[in-house]
């Protein structure tokens, strides 16, 4: 079946850009009907969606987030990317890679990644 | 944007029955999804759409919907069913996402 693992530093000094590859085993990310998301959680807190990209490479994102998110896909090595610019402490966060699916009125987040911590910190 | 409102915690007696509700203007328009997440785990998908589990979630987990609420119901909860379980759907204004804040289930 389908996994996702995500990949990258887990500590980032402040202002400068953060950034996760997420790796898909076991299906092309180009199959089609999918949507390849980031999801972030903040320490103890709730679930926050960053955005997504299809295989197409048109991306969606987090109004609160968008002038500082890009989100790519490269379909050669089955990846696809986050970049967060000018991060500050309020970035550090569990940061989870997801394969997006559904149509009309329904969707769904399935399955995950283990998640990596990113810390930002001098 | 739109939000989706949880009470941040409900618990149940071993064995009973618990719903956790979910509520938001989206709902309206968009079905929920529901994820159940452990300490120190990855979110797993445990319901979406009218009322369809994935592959492997027990079948006394159950959905509904009515209005502006969503509900997951486990019918004879059990001890492994104690977790944060959060709702998603998509924003009612564009094409986004909005999580629920998490409620967390205590199994008595």
């Known amino acids: 079946q389908v996994q996702l693992q995500e990949s990258g530093p887990g500590l980032v000094k402040p202002s400068q850009t953060l950034s996760l590859t997420c790796t898909v085993s076991?299906?092309?990310?180009?199959?089609?009907?999918?949507?390849w998301s980031w999801i972030r959680q903040h320490p103890g807190k709730g679930l926050e969606w960053i955005g997504y990209?299809?295989?197409?490479?048109?991306?969606y994102y987090n109004p609160s987030l968008k002038s500082r998110v890009t989100i790519s896909v490269d379909t050669s090595k089955n990846q696809f990317s986050l970049n967060l610019s000018s991060v500050t402490a309020a970035d550090t966060a569990v940061y989870y890679c997801?394969?997006?699916?559904?149509?009309?009125?329904?969707?769904?987040?399935?399955?995950w990644g283990q998640g990596t911590l990113v810390t930002v910190s001098s | 944007s739109s939000e989706l409102t949880q009470d941040p915690t409900v618990s149940v007696a071993l064995g009973q029955t618990v719903r956790i509700t979910c509520q938001g203007d989206?709902?309206?328009?968009?079905?929920a999804s529901w994820y159940q997440q452990k300490p120190g785990q990855a979110p797993v998908l445990v319901m979406y759409g009218r009322n369809n589990r994935p592959s492997g979630i027990p079948d006394r987990f159950s959905g509904s919907s009515s209005g502006n609420t969503a509900s997951l119901t486990i019918t004879g909860a059990q001890a492994e069913d104690e977790a944060d379980y959060y709702c998603?759907?998509?924003?009612?204004?564009?094409?986004?996402?909005?999580f629920g804040g998490g409620t967390k289930l205590t199994v008595l």
């Open positions: 076991g299906g092309s990310i180009s199959s089609g009907g999918y949507y």
């Open positions: 997801a394969r997006a699916g559904g149509a009309g009125p329904y969707n769904w987040f399935d399955p």
């Open positions: 989206s709902l309206r328009g968009y079905y």
């Open positions: 998603n759907s998509r924003d009612s204004s564009a094409y986004h996402e909005v």
């Open positions: 990209v299809y295989d197409s490479g048109t991306t």
